[in-house]
T-cell receptor, first 113, second 111 residues
Framework: EAGVVQSPRYKIIEKKQPVAFWCNPISGHNTLYWYRQNLGQGPELLIR????????DSQLPKDRFSAERLKGVDSTLKIQPAELGDSAVYLC???????????FGPGTRLTVL | GENVEQHPSTLSVQEGDSAVIKCTYS??????FPWYKQELGKGPQLIIDIRSNVGEKKDQRIAVTLNKTAKHFSLHITETQPEDSAVYFC??????????FGKGTSLLVTP
């Protein structure tokens, strides 16, 4: 069974540019999470989806970040415009149901110059 | 929200020795405690987890213990091998089911 797929794996952009990350969760997993991991830290939640509904986005900086999960499967996280402090690894995780184990993808390493 | 503290931040052991990593949590309602292993350039990988209805769980060389009264849980790795070298994270769910992670322990197993 394929794991969580993320692309791109690496992205380097200049500040003020837009960037988007894509995630394909494990088949059948209804719950999808986006986390951000700063260097030397643990992941921190940005947003959680139950099917296509964003049910926890309190930690998402809504002035520049947006996310969508159309049809309740793939998800896209966007930053516009990017700032230097956005440099981090963006991790996607999925879970078969609320409260169950979370499985992480390999992440997208973003560098903002 | 849930606060998870993890110690030590770095740990170096000789191959074959045991390694122990400890975490404390603040929310007494927390009932699920996973441990993740993260290798360089990869996402966190779930290695073991425990729910609050048991005090200990083992999987080959890895074990997790939970003390609900003291609100702490620990990861135990026995007979360590060089391939155990990685960053280990403990976590506990907040009220919304997303995980709050500790800051990680960088484990180095030297041959």
């Amino acid at each position: 069974e394929a794991g969580v797929v993320q692309s791109p794996r690496y992205k380097i952009i200049e500040k003020k540019q837009p960037v988007a990350f894509w995630c394909n969760p494990i088949s059948g997993h209804n719950t999808l999470y986006w986390y951000r991991q700063n260097l030397g830290q643990g992941p921190e939640l940005l947003i959680r989806y139950e099917n296509e509904e964003a049910v926890d986005d309190s930690q998402l900086p809504k002035d520049r970040f947006s996310a969508e999960r159309l049809k309740g499967v793939d998800s896209t996280l966007k930053i516009q415009p990017a700032e230097l402090g956005d440099s981090a690894v963006y991790l996607c995780a999925s879970s078969p149901r609320l409260g169950a184990e979370q499985f992480f993808g390999p992440g997208t390493r973003l560098t903002v110059l | 929200g849930e606060n998870v503290e993890q110690h030590p931040s770095t740990l170096s052991v000789q191959e074959g020795d045991s390694a122990v990593i400890k975490c404390t949590y603040s929310d007494s309602a927390s009932n699920y405690f996973p441990w993740y292993k993260q290798e360089l350039g990869k996402g966190p990988q779930l290695i073991i987890d425990i729910r609050s209805n048991v005090g200990e769980k083992k999987d080959q060389r890895i074990a997790v213990t939970l003390n609900k009264t003291a609100k702490h849980f620990s990861l135990h790795i026995t007979e360590t091998q060089p391939e155990d070298s990685a960053v280990y994270f403990c976590a506990s769910p907040n009220g919304g089911y997303a995980l709050n992670f500790g800051k990680g322990t960088s484990l180095l197993v030297t041959p």
